[in-house]
C-alpha cells in the first residue's frame, strides 16, 4: 500500500456518506497511527532509559528531588515548622526475579511513550470525531486538544511532584516495629507510580466531559448539584482505586483536588445551561 494511503484512509470525497465498514477501516488506521506514535514516543525514551530511570522514575526517591524543597517552604510559610520537611527517609528498591529490571525497562518505555503521545493520539480520536460535528458544534470545541493535553499533564504533574513523594515519606517512615526493614520491590514502586501519575491525569479530564455531555444536554448543573453527596462517594472510591495506599494523607491528597475539579464542572455546566436557556428564548 502506498504511503500516502497509510497516512490517508478517507474517501475521496470528504462530504461523502460513509458506510459502517468505511469507519471501522478509518478508526482502525486512527488507532494504527496512535499506535506507531506511542511506539516511537517508547524508542526515545528506551534509548534515554538510564536518564530517565534514575532522574525521572527515581526522582521521589532521591532526598534532593525538588518537591520536598517546595513542601518545606510551604510548611514554614503556613506556620507550622518543618512538619512538611521530608525526604531524609532512607530509600532504596529490591528485584526479585532476573527478567523483573528488564520488563521494568519495557513498561517505563511504554508509558512514558504514551504520556509524550497523548496530545497526537487525542488528535488522532479528535479526527475521527470531528465529522460527526456541525459547524457551530466545531466553534464551541476550538482548543480542545490544548485544553485536553493540559489538564492531562497537570494531572500527571500533580501525581509526580505532590502525591508520589507524600507516598514515598509516608511508606518508608512507617514502621510496626523496628525489627521490620521495608525493602519493596521496584516493579511495585513502579506500578504505584504508573496509577498516581497516568491514572490522576485521565480523572483530570472531567470537567471537559461534563462539558461535553452538558452541551449535548446529558447532564444539567441542578442534576450535578442534586447528586454532589453522591460524586463525592464515587469520587472517593475511585481516588482509592488510583492510590494504591490506604493511608489517609494520599487518599486526601487525591480526593481533594478531584472533588474541586467536579465543583468547577458544576459552574462549567451552569454557564452552559444559562446560555442554552437563554439561545432557546431568543429563539422562540
Known amino acids: 500500500m ?35 506514535a506511542i511506539i516511537i514516543g517508547a524508542v ?15 526522582g521521589p526517591a532521591h532526598p534532593d528531588f525538588v518537591a520536598y524543597g517546595w513542601f518545606c517552604s510551604l510548611g514554614h510559610s503556613i506556620g ?11 530509600v532504596s528498591f529490591i528485584s526479585t526475579t532476573m ?13 512514558g511513550g504514551f504520556i509524550v503521545a497523548f496530545p497526537y493520539v487525542f488528535w488522532e480520536f479528535w479526527r475521527f470525531v470531528k465529522p460527526a460535528l456541525s459547524q457551530k458544534e466545531l466553534k464551541k470545541t476550538r482548543g480542545v486538544i490544548f485544553w485536553v493535553s493540559l489538564l492531562f499533564f497537570l494531572g500527571v ?13 509516608f511508606y518508608f517512615s512507617y514502621k510496626l516495629s523496628p525489627l521490620i526493614e521495608i525493602k519493596p520491590t521496584f516493579s511495585d514502586y513502579l506500578e504505584n507510580l504508573v496509577y498516581t501519575t497516568v491514572g490522576i491525569g485521565v480523572l483530570f479530564q472531567m470537567p471537559l466531559l461534563v462539558m461535553v455531555l452538558a452541551r449535548i444536554g446529558i447532564l444539567t448543573a441542578r442534576f450535578l448539584k442534586k447528586y454532589r453527596r453522591h460524586a463525592f462517594v464515587v469520587i472517593l472510591i475511585a481516588a482509592a482505586i488510583i492510590t494504591p495506599s490506604t493511608d489517609p494523607f494520599s487518599l486526601a491528597i487525591v480526593t481533594i483536588p478531584l472533588y474541586l475539579l467536579f465543583e468547577a464542572s458544576i459552574i462549567i455546566a451552569s454557564r452552559i445551561n444559562r446560555r442554552q436557556e437563554r439561545e432557546m428564548k431568543e429563539w422562540s
Open 2 to 36: 502506498a504511503l500516502m494511503d497509510f497516512f490517508n484512509k478517507r474517501n475521496k470525497d470528504p462530504n461523502a456518506e460513509m458506510s459502517f465498514i468505511d469507519h471501522l477501516e478509518d478508526l482502525r488506521w486512527h488507532v494504527i497511527r496512535s499506535v506507531i
Open 44 to 58: 526515545v525514551v528506551f534509548i534515554y532509559s538510564d536518564f530517565v530511570i534514575n532522574r525521572i522514575i527515581m
Open 80 to 90: 507550622i515548622g518543618n512538619t512538611l520537611c521530608f525526604g531524609n527517609v532512607p
Open 99 to 111: 527478567t523483573g529490571q528488564f520488563i521494568a525497562s519495557f513498561t517505563v518505555a511504554f508509558v
Open 157 to 169: 504533574a500533580f501525581g509526580y511532584f505532590i502525591l508520589t513523594p507524600f507516598m514515598i515519606n
